[in-house]
C-alpha cells in the first residue's frame, strides 16, 4: 500500500497568510504568535507570512474569500475567539464563522486552517492560547503546512 501525506516542512516560496479575529486579543495575539512560532520552526521564511486582521470572528469568512480569491495565498491560517456570554450571540457567531471558513476553503480547494477557539471561558481560552492545552495557532498553522504539502503530494 502507498501511503501518501504532508510532510511538516514549510515549501520554500509559498505564501501564507494568518487571518485574525482581533476580538478577545489577548487570547487571539497568543494564538497568533503560536502561529508564528509554528511557521518559523517549520522551514518558514517570514517574508512569506502576511497577517491579515479582521474585527473578529464573525468577519475571518469575507476575509478568507478576498484572500483566497486575490490568488496571492497557496493557504490560509484562520484564528480567533469566541467566549460563551450571557446571550445566544455566541452560539449564532460560533455557528457562521465556522460554516463561513468551511464553505470559503472548499470553494478555492486551498488549505485553510481553522484555529477559531469557541470556549465557555475565558479560562478555557487561555488554556487553549499557550498553557495547559498547548497552542491551538500553532496546532492550525501545522495543519496548513501539511495540508499544503498534501495537496502537492496528490497533485504530482
Same mark, same amino acid.
Given at each position: 500500500?502507498?501511503? &501518501?501525506?504532508?510532510?511538516?516542512?514549510?515549501?520554500? %516560496?509559498?505564501?501564507?497568510?494568518?487571518?485574525?479575529? +482581533?476580538?478577545?486579543?489577548?487570547?487571539?495575539? +497568543?494564538?497568533? =504568535?503560536?502561529? =508564528?512560532?509554528?511557521? &518559523? +520552526?517549520?522551514?518558514?521564511? @517570514?517574508?512569506?507570512?502576511? #497577517?491579515?486582521?479582521?474585527?473578529?470572528?464573525?468577519?475571518?469568512?469575507?476575509?478568507?474569500? *478576498?484572500?483566497? $480569491? /486575490?490568488?496571492?495565498?497557496?493557504?490560509?491560517?484562520? #484564528? %480567533?475567539? &469566541?467566549? +460563551?456570554?450571557?446571550?445566544?450571540?455566541?452560539?449564532?457567531? /460560533?455557528?457562521?464563522?465556522?460554516?463561513?471558513?468551511? /464553505?470559503? $476553503?472548499?470553494?478555492? !480547494?486551498?488549505?485553510?486552517?481553522? !484555529?477559531?477557539?469557541?470556549?465557555?471561558?475565558?479560562?478555557?481560552?487561555?488554556?487553549?492560547?499557550? /498553557? *495547559?492545552?498547548?497552542? *491551538?495557532?500553532? =496546532?492550525?498553522?501545522? @495543519?496548513?503546512? =501539511?495540508?499544503?504539502?498534501?495537496?502537492?503530494?496528490?497533485?504530482?
Amino acid at each position: 500500500m502507498n501511503i &501518501v501525506e504532508g510532510k511538516l516542512q514549510v515549501q520554500v %516560496g509559498k505564501k501564507i497568510a494568518i487571518i485574525n479575529g +482581533r476580538f478577545n486579543h489577548i487570547i487571539t495575539d +497568543r494564538l497568533v =504568535e503560536g502561529a =508564528e512560532d509554528a511557521y &518559523v +520552526r517549520h522551514g518558514g521564511n @517570514t517574508e512569506d507570512l502576511d #497577517l491579515i486582521l479582521v474585527p473578529g470572528a464573525f468577519e475571518i469568512p469575507l476575509a478568507l474569500e *478576498k484572500a483566497l $480569491a /486575490s490568488g496571492k495565498y497557496e493557504a490560509v491560517c484562520c #484564528l %480567533g475567539a &469566541v467566549i +460563551r456570554g450571557a446571550t445566544p450571540h455566541f452560539d449564532y457567531i /460560533s455557528a457562521e464563522a465556522t460554516k463561513g471558513v468551511a /464553505s470559503v $476553503a472548499l470553494k478555492y !480547494g486551498k488549505p485553510v486552517g481553522f !484555529g477559531v477557539l469557541t470556549v465557555d471561558t475565558i479560562e478555557q481560552a487561555i488554556e487553549r492560547a499557550g /498553557s *495547559k492545552a498547548g497552542n *491551538k495557532g500553532a =496546532e492550525a498553522m501545522i @495543519t496548513v503546512i =501539511e495540508m499544503l504539502n498534501l495537496y502537492t503530494e496528490i497533485d504530482v
